[in-house]
């Protein structure tokens, strides 16, 4: 795992850049458990309260399962907090999502997949998705107050 802090996020993803980058780790398939445990503690650290804690564990799973199925098989999270927010943010070198409004209607209740970005987008005030031949980038926002 590797942590680092930095005052920049380059100007990606809309929102002011991180107050610091608490996580940034490479995965793949066998490190998604370990991410998790990852994402708890750094989320914990940035001052999240246990709900939201979860919160951002659930988004953060999603969002590298997807990259490990859909997205080449691994990818990067970087988590880091601004203006009040917690940032989660998966990058994948996959072949791109070919819809970027992916997961705004609910799946059908028989889909046996198809969960997750609709998941992400309930739980997330803000999500946003890069997407194109290079692979793919979700940025998802939750609030540290869940109220």
């Known amino acids: 795992m590797a942590s680092r802090d930095a005052r920049s996020n380059g100007g990606r993803g809309g929102t002011s850049g991180p107050d610091e980058i608490a996580l940034e780790q490479h995965f793949d398939r066998d490190d998604l458990y370990a991410l998790r445990a990852a994402v708890a503690a750094h989320a914990a650290h940035l001052g999240a309260p246990p709900e939201r ?8 799973s999603e969002l590298a399962s997807n990259a490990v199925r859909h997205g080449g098989g691994g990818g990067r999270l970087r988590l880091w907090r601004t203006d009040g927010r917690v940032c989660c943010e998966v990058r994948d070198a996959g072949p791109g999502l070919a819809d970027p409004g992916a997961g705004t209607v609910p799946p059908s209740t028989l889909a046996p997949g198809g969960r997750g970005l609709w998941i992400v987008r309930r739980l997330a005030t803000d999500v946003r ?6 692979g793919t980038q979700v940025t998802a926002v939750l609030p540290l107050d869940p109220a």
Do not use: L, Q, R
């Open 129 to 134: 998705i890069e997407s194109g031949g290079y």
């Open 53 to 60: 804690v979860a919160h951002v564990v659930i988004v953060a």
